[in-house]
């Protein structure tokens, strides 16, 4: 399929191919920060390398952990020695640009983790990442790094850094940074709910806006398979548990196949998937025949040997499709010495079919998702910055919109240190608002 850039991205991806520039590309949600990062490297002539902070986002682009592709030990990496073997270091100076995606993931200490092995490994000790351009992309409104877990951790990044994010690392007091961020929004189309879901994420929430959030998500609830999008793994589970439960018929179980030390934690999804009849599922994978994409609502209409499901298209037509068991594939950089190259090999798989059960997912794994329509519960409260941004911006227009109850002054959390380092950046939506 021939990918088509917009005028943005095209602008971007020739500055990324053309020059050596270290570069983060941002931009709200659904304005093709992962389509473009693919279609980069699909096509790209640099050696590159691709690399994300978790195993379900490696996975997601193809890549290799950050951890596993640098050999960085887990936890606060600090001063402490960083042993680079020798195959692992000709793959190291075999890259000529590496890609991070879910930057906002990635802490200081890590980025400047990273920055040291390559200095070493390449043998310039004096050039930021030994020689590599690094080109970041993420949207730290939307994803934090996980916090420091002990109180040394917290005091060491007190003592060292500005904050733990990964625009705070040293090294970037040494090396220019390219911060570019995306603006045409190609998920959502109305004007108003793309104006509203922008002061949200910089918390910029007036009472016109929070009122009209608010007037659209009290509506009742249309029907019981609407997506519900939750703070919380228990809450999911158990609104998924109990609705499975409710459908009459027998139950089938498919067990993951697991070639290689696939981890756990990687799972793209359930290693045991436990389905019935009527059950609410969302896939998990694009179709190579493009009858459906991640994220993509349906309903089991057969099970058996064979696994059917039920999608409605965007007219409103329902089509009945044969699922077949998809495999995901875990890679790991190497340098062949025979080719003189750098070449990605496969070192586990996991095949399973690309569905979950879908009445209810956590808003942390709705991440890059897009829905027409989902019930958004906040719990209590909103509890980390970004999360009711992420949970809002997953749905196509203010008519999909379904709150369990009103936004509050108090769900809308911003990082202090994202609106710093943002700040510089170009942006629509920097007018003051009274909180409503």
């Known amino acids: 399929m ?18 050596n520039a270290h570069m983060f590309i941002t931009g709200r949600a659904g304005t093709g920060k992962s389509y473009l990062l693919r279609h980069f490297t699909e096509t790209t002539e640099k050696k590159v390398a691709v690399c994300a902070p978790t195993g379900v986002a490696a996975l997601n682009v193809e890549g290799q952990t950050i951890h596993s592709l640098f050999f960085l030990p887990i936890g606060l990496i600090a001063n402490q020695d960083l042993t680079i073997t020798a195959p692992r270091r000709k793959m190291l100076q075999a890259i000529e640009t590496l890609v991070i995606d879910e930057i906002s993931m990635v802490n200081a200490d890590v980025m400047d983790g990273i920055d040291r092995v390559l200095r070493e490994a390449r043998h310039r000790r004096r050039e930021p990442f030994g020689g590599v351009q690094v080109i970041m992309f993420g ?33 970037w007091a040494e090396s220019g940074l390219v911060s570019c961020e995306l603006s045409e929004i190609h998920r959502q189309r109305d004007d108003d709910f793309k104006r509203m879901l922008n002061a949200v994420r910089h918390g910029r929430v007036d009472e016109e806006i929070g009122s ?14 609407i997506m519900t999008l939750c703070t919380t793994n ?41 389905l019935k009849v009527g ?28 696994i059917k499901v039920i999608v409605e298209d965007r007219f409103g037509d329902e089509h009945e499709y044969e699922v077949e068991p998809a495999t995901w594939e875990q890679y790991q950089y190497t340098y062949d010495n025979e080719s003189k190259e750098l070449t990605r090999n496969v070192v586990a798989e996991f095949t399973q079919f690309p569905l979950r059960l879908a009445w209810a997912v956590t808003i942390h794994k709705s991440q890059g998702q897009t829905y027409n329509r989902a019930l958004i519960d906040l719990g209590n409260r909103a509890f980390a910055p970004g999360q009711t941004y992420v949970a809002l911006s997953r749905i196509t227009s203010l008519d999909g919109l ?15 240190d994202v609106e710093r380092f943002m700040g510089d950046l170009v942006d629509d939506s920097r007018s003051t608002a009274v909180p409503f």
């Open 2 to 19: 021939t990918v088509e850039l917009s005028e943005e991205q095209q602008r971007l991806f020739d500055q990324m191919e053309g020059t």
């Open 139 to 171: 949207d730290p409104y939307q994803l934090a790094p996980v916090p420091p877990r002990t109180a040394e951790e917290r005091q060491y990044f007190a003592d060292n850094y500005a904050s733990t994010w990964f625009f705070d690392a040293k090294v």
């Open 212 to 225: 009209a959030l608010n007037r659209a998500g009290a509506r009742p609830v249309p029907d019981s398979d």
């Open 234 to 274: 228990e809450k999911v589970n158990k609104i998924n548990a109990d609705r499975l439960a409710t459908l009459g018929g027998r139950a089938l179980t498919a067990e993951a196949d697991i070639n290689g030390d696939f981890k756990v934690n990687s799972f793209p999804a359930e290693e045991n998937l436990t």
């Open 279 to 306: 059950a609410r599922v969302m896939f998990l994978r694009n179709d190579s025949e493009q009858r459906w994409v991640n994220g993509t609502m349906g309903t089991v209409s057969h099970l058996g040997e064979k």
């Open 402 to 416: 379904y709150l369990t109850r009103g936004l509050r002054p108090s769900d809308i959390i911003v990082d202090p």
